[in-house]
Each structure stands twice: as structure tokens, then as C-alpha cells.
């Protein structure tokens, strides 16, 4: 079955700190893959995507992610986190439907 | 930039009343989608519409939903007799081609609480 993993319920990093948001599919081919992110209130917005090509691809508000077919990964990084980074991130993996994974909670502590 | 709408933003209903959920969709895009979040959980498929009619719908989009495209900008998901257990976000999407590579943009939701 398709599926996707955010192992990490909750993260909690310190602001300046680097982030790293863990992301695992499971798929019969290579899905195109999604970071979104939804601050409280709000829809979910797109970081960043992956189709083919460069396994690192960047996103909005520095961040990127790296995809690694091997591990079936899909890891979100930012170099040093902002406090305006604290949010809910969403993987999420498409074929003929999108799949999101749980979600991962941000916190970031000054 | 444009982006896309849902109104109310939080919709109280009592167990059993039918509930009629709205999307505004970014204009000049032709494919839309609900999704709902429970509490907790993850983001779920509930059904994608192109071309006035259904496109796919997961196992949750029971007889008891349905969704419409009245005009030519509203986008209307409908619980006719509301359980329990439908509380949860639901997200409205659009999309401007078919194609897994095309993103979807994401409304703010509409959080709907049944008691």
C-alpha cells in the first residue's frame, strides 16, 4: 500500500540550530514528492517539491530536501532555523492521489 | 498572488444536519479536491472534480458526501446528514492541470465541530 512516514511527531530545536525533518514513502515507482507546511490557522503551503533530476532541490524560507531513492527518503533540512520557522510539516507523496504523512510539530525555543 | 478560499472558517453543526461547505478556487485552474484532517491525524483524500464531475474518490467519500461546482468560482462539498465523527478540518485544493507533478494549492480550511 502507499503510505508515508514522518517518524518525528514532535521536533524541538533551538532558533540558529540546523533542522533536519525525516520523511519515508512507501510506492510502487518513484512518487513525486511534497514538503508543505501549515502555520496555526492557515492552508498549507508548498516548501518544495520533487519530480526527477537533482536529488537536492531547494525550497521557500531556505529551505531543501534530499531525496534518496536507496532509503525511499525524503528529508526536509534548513541550515539554522528562525523562530518563524515553528510550525506543523506535512510530506506528502503523489500518484493519482496525494498521500501526506502525519506530520511533524515544530518548535523552536530562543 | 492569488490563492484560494473557504468560507465559513469554523462551521458548528448538530449530529445529523447537513452542512455545505465552500471553496473559492483559484480561478483559471481546472482541477479541485477536499481533504479532510481529523484531530491528530493525518491529511486525507476525499475526492478530486474535473470537468463538473468526480475524478476519483477515496473510501471516505461515502454516500453521504457530495460536491459541486454551482458557478463558475464556488466549489461546494456536502455532508448530508453529519456523524460524530466527520469533526475534522477540511481543506479545499485546486490545481491547474491533471498530473501528480502539478502542486495543489491548499485553501486555510474550514474546521468543522459535530455535537
Known amino acids: 500500500a502507499q503510505s508515508v512516514t514522518q517518524p518525528d511527531i514532535h521536533i524541538t530545536v533551538s532558533e540558529g540550530a540546523s533542522l533536519e525533518l525525516r520523511c519515508n514513502y512507501s510506492?510502487?515507482?518513484?512518487?513525486?514528492l511534497f514538503w508543505y507546511v501549515q502555520s496555526p490557522g492557515q492552508g498549507l503551503q508548498l516548501l518544495l517539491k520533487?519530480?526527477?533530476?537533482?536529488?537536492l532541490v531547494q525550497g521557500i524560507k531556505g529551505f531543501e530536501a534530499e531525496f534518496k531513492r536507496s532509503q525511499s527518503s525524503f528529508n526536509l533540512r534548513k541550515p539554522s532555523v528562525h523562530w518563524s520557522d515553528a510550525a506543523e510539516y506535512f510530506c506528502?507523496?503523489?500518484?493519482?492521489?496525494?498521500?501526506f504523512g502525519t506530520g511533524t510539530s515544530l518548535t523552536v525555543i530562543p | 498572488e492569488p490563492e484560494v478560499t473557504q468560507t465559513p472558517s469554523h462551521q458548528v453543526t448538530q449530529m445529523g444536519q447537513e452542512v455545505i461547505l465552500r471553496c473559492v478556487p483559484i480561478?483559471?485552474?481546472?482541477?479541485f479536491y477536499w481533504y479532510r484532517q481529523i484531530l491528530g491525524q493525518k491529511v486525507e483524500f476525499l475526492v478530486s472534480?474535473?470537468?463538473?464531475?468526480?475524478?476519483?474518490k477515496s473510501e471516505i467519500f461515502d454516500d453521504q458526501f457530495s460536491v459541486e461546482r454551482p458557478d463558475g468560482s464556488n466549489f461546494t462539498l456536502k455532508i448530508r446528514s453529519t456523524k460524530l465523527e466527520d469533526s475534522a478540518m477540511y481543506f479545499c485544493?485546486?490545481?491547474?492541470?491533471?498530473?501528480?507533478?502539478?502542486?495543489?494549492?491548499f485553501g486555510p480550511g474550514t474546521r468543522l465541530t459535530v455535537t
Open positions: 485544493a485546486s490545481s491547474p492541470n491533471r498530473g501528480s507533478h502539478y502542486e495543489q494549492y
Open positions: 510506492y510502487g515507482a518513484t512518487p513525486y
Open positions: 520533487y519530480f526527477s533530476g537533482d536529488t
Open positions: 506528502a507523496a503523489a500518484g493519482n492521489q496525494f498521500y
Open positions: 480561478s483559471n485552474h481546472l482541477y
Open positions: 472534480f474535473y470537468n463538473n464531475e468526480i475524478s476519483e
